[in-house]
């Protein structure tokens, strides 16, 4: 007698059967114990493999607050969702002692979005507002989980041409971003979206982190060399 597969577990209606609650509630059981597997292996991959990467644009974004610059953050679906994330985490932080930093989430205007989605197309849809809003010396956050969202690669290439520090996450190979369209590229070795999204929500609390460590220490050099003299 042959085992069931998974999917006459799962669907036994479609094989003229019955539910078996107790096998479905294993079978069920059995996907969280791999999914979570799965999870802690990309993200122990991925720091293992990208932890410089990291580091080196946590000093860059300290540099775009530390000369007066602020944060722009974008990215579509589930990822302007992240760029939300971002960009509060920044704004309000919640760890005592710690100041708010400035942050403007490019896909909260779902007016201004929709406008130029309308009526110049979605590929311009940062763009336009970093022409109108950005400025040498500021950063610029991207998430996608493929890294060729054309939106995200077309503001990329503005923001460099305008002086901006540039910052992406991606999956996979990494995809437009990670062949130079960002100064700095975080690439989650996976092609799952849910398994890349778990790691850029990671890796952005630890950016913050980070960030908020260099100027702290940027402070407390100027508090001791005020002491000295």
């Known amino acids: 007698m042959t085992s069931k597969s998974a999917l006459e577990v799962l ?14 509630d294993a079978s069920l ?8 597997r799965e999870s802690r292996e990309t993200n122990a991959s991925f720091f293992g493999e990208q932890a410089p990467v990291l580091l080196d644009a946590a000093k860059a974004l300290a540099a775009v607050y530390r000369r007066g610059g602020r944060m722009f953050t974008m990215g579509n679906g589930g990822s302007s969702c992240d760029a939300s994330h971002v960009a509060v985490e920044f704004l309000h932080p919640i760890t005592a002692g710690r100041p708010a930093l400035a942050a403007i989430n490019l896909t909260a205007d779902v007016a201004m979005t929709s406008a130029v989605g309308n009526d110049v197309g979605f590929e311009h849809i940062f763009v336009r507002q970093i022409i109108a809003h950005g400025r040498a010396g500021d950063g ?10 054309a939106n995200l690669i077309a503001a990329f290439a503005k923001a460099r041409e305008m002086g901006l520090t540039t910052i992406g996450f991606s999956g996979g190979d990494g995809g437009k971003m990670a062949l130079g369209a960002c100064d700095h590229c975080l690439v989650v070795p996976t092609t799952s979206v849910h398994r ?11 950016l ?4 908020h460590t260099l100027l702290a220490d940027d402070r407390g050099s100027a508090i001791s060399k005020d002491v000295a003299a």
């Open 11 to 24: 669907y036994p209606f479609l094989h003229g059967q019955e539910q078996d609650p107790a096998a479905v």
């Open 29 to 36: 059981m059995q996907s969280i114990a791999e999914k979570a």
């Open 140 to 149: 610029l956050i991207g998430l996608s989980t493929s890294g060729n969202s």
């Open 196 to 206: 890349i999204q778990e790691c850029h929500v990671a890796a952005y609390h630890i």
């Open 208 to 211: 913050w982190d980070l960030v």
